[in-house]
């Protein structure tokens, strides 16, 4: 099997220097390790390289045996190899990106939060990142192109930091011009924008919004305006629903009592990952946006706020302009904003709700 491509070398004495493409660690291997590395590169089996280095290094079989393993197990850890176990493909945007997990048990665990990202087809392009997640002993260790994310005992807090990572993914690799705290929804013509802070419930409402057969899931938390048309690019993360949002809910989502609890900084969350086909296939015009509040019990009701105030919510939600910020780019959003109605949205019964929002888009 091949090492990893995307590799700079260059040869120094016996051994070689090496750095990934577009990555910002050196690595540098002795005469040993080149001669391994070629061969892998050669296409070589790993099963027929003990045998080569006998001969070359003129020691036992079973001594190369031992240092082959040695030295996969260290590649495999500085992302030099790929890991052995369980690989998976996902996309999320345009991006590809993979994860190595241990066993087949670890990797359906975290289906709730990418199954939905899953590439079925088409493996054999190109992987603009790749995360390993290593057991050792008792802990979780979660790896990207070699680097330490973290390690810990709590399959629940690495689950939260792949999620976490996955949406950072999109961010670092999407072309666009405005980020917001924001869910987002689009029926084809246009979409629904609904920014909030945390416990405001947008995510609720996205959840509720998505059980609507003509609706598509742009985002849950991160919404992004790309730079050409200030259009909201997809960036389907698993819906992230507090325990809150579970019995206003279970009218629309009866199975989402089934699904298991997760810990996620500090609070009990389920995850809800939309179906593959509800994931929206391209950016989508802002058609409205309306800033929701949760409150139990409450009558559903929309208000009508000025440009200025809406952008004030949108700005606290909060919002930042890719740099560098100039005059242009703050003219662009202020006529965006002026085409755009903005709402308040106050409600207790996610099914009232969504009448509301289901009447602001165009038809």
């Known amino acids: 099997m091949k090492p990893p491509r995307n590799f700079i070398t260059h040869p120094v004495d016996e051994g070689l220097l090496l750095a990934r493409e577009d990555g910002k660690r050196l690595f540098v291997m002795n005469g040993a390790a080149r001669f391994i590395w070629q061969l892998r590169l050669d296409g070589i089996a790993d099963i027929q390289i003990p045998a080569l280095m006998a001969e ?9 045996e031992q240092d082959l393993r040695s030295i996969l197990r260290h590649w495999q850890v500085e992302g030099l190899a ?31 939060i990418l199954g939905h990202l899953e590439l079925t087809s088409g493996l054999e392009g190109e992987v603009k990142r790749g995360f390993v997640l290593n057991l050792e002993g008792r802990r979780y260790v979660l790896r990207a192109d070699g680097a330490e994310l973290l390690s810990s005992e709590e399959i629940d807090e690495v689950m939260a930091r792949l999620a976490h990572e996955a949406i950072l993914f999109a961010f670092n690799n999407s072309d666009w011009l405005i980020s917001t705290h924001a869910a987002a929804v689009s029926n084809g013509r246009g979409c629904a924008l609904l920014p909030g802070v945390s416990g405001s ?26 730079r050409a048309n200030l259009h909201v690019i997809p960036v389907p993360g698993a819906l992230i629903l507090k325990h809150g949002s579970w019995t206003p809910l279970e009218p629309l989502l009866g199975a989402l009592s089934s699904q298991t609890v997760h810990h996620r900084h500090d609070q009990d969350v389920r995850y809800l990952a939309p179906a593959r086909e509800k994931i929206a296939p391209a950016p989508a015009p802002v058609a409205v946006i309306a800033f929701p509040r949760y409150t139990p019990n409450a009558e559903a009701s929309l208000a009508r706020i000025s440009t200025l105030e809406g952008l004030t919510r949108l700005i606290a939600a909060p919002s930042m302009v890719s740099p560098p910020i100039t005059p242009q780019a703050l003219g662009r959003l202020t006529k965006w904003a002026e085409g755009i109605p903005f709402y308040t949205l106050a409600y207790g019964s996610v099914t009232e709700a969504v009448a509301l929002i289901e009447g602001l888009l165009p038809i």
């Open 56 to 64: 070359r290094y003129a020691i036992d079989l079973g001594q190369a």
């Open 201 to 226: 419930g947008k995510s609720t409402l996205a959840a509720a919004l998505l059980t609507r057969p003509h609706l598509r899931y742009l985002t849950e938390d991160l919404a992004l305006l790309d």
């Open 82 to 112: 790929e890991a052995s176990g369980w690989r998976r493909h996902y996309r999320i945007g345009h991006q590809r990106f993979s994860v190595d997990y241990p066993d087949q048990t670890i990797a359906d665990a975290f289906f709730p």
